[in-house]
């Protein structure tokens, strides 16, 4: 959670490493975002680093862990 005020939040942008070749990130709002799996995945779990940065002055922008369990 992003404790600063306008104009240091929301918007946010988020983004996940090229490298990350198995998932995409799609901008939902202001401050949310849809995270899918590019591919079919076996059951199990999964750690997708994403990246979210504010609309700050200079933006600042931390990675956050997004741990996900695929089930069938």
Same mark, same amino acid.
């Given at each position: 959670?992003?404790?600063? !005020?306008? $104009? @240091?939040?929301?918007?946010?942008?988020? &983004?996940?490493? *090229? %490298?990350?070749? +198995?998932?995409?990130?799609?901008?939902? +709002? +202001?401050? @949310?975002?849809? %995270? #899918?799996?590019?591919? *079919? %995945? *076996? $059951? !199990?779990?999964?750690?997708?680093?994403?990246?979210?940065?504010?609309? !700050?002055? $200079? #933006?600042? !922008? &931390?990675?956050?862990?997004? +741990?996900?369990? &695929?089930? @069938?």
């Amino acid at each position: 959670t992003d404790k600063d !005020g306008p $104009p @240091h939040a929301a918007p946010f942008t988020f &983004a996940i490493d *090229e %490298l990350t070749v +198995n998932w995409t990130i799609t901008q939902f +709002n +202001n401050t @949310h975002a849809v %995270l #899918r799996p590019a591919v *079919e %995945l *076996e $059951p !199990g779990d999964y750690t997708v680093m994403v990246y979210v940065t504010d609309s !700050g002055s $200079p #933006r600042l !922008g &931390a990675f956050a862990q997004v +741990n996900v369990t &695929a089930c @069938h």
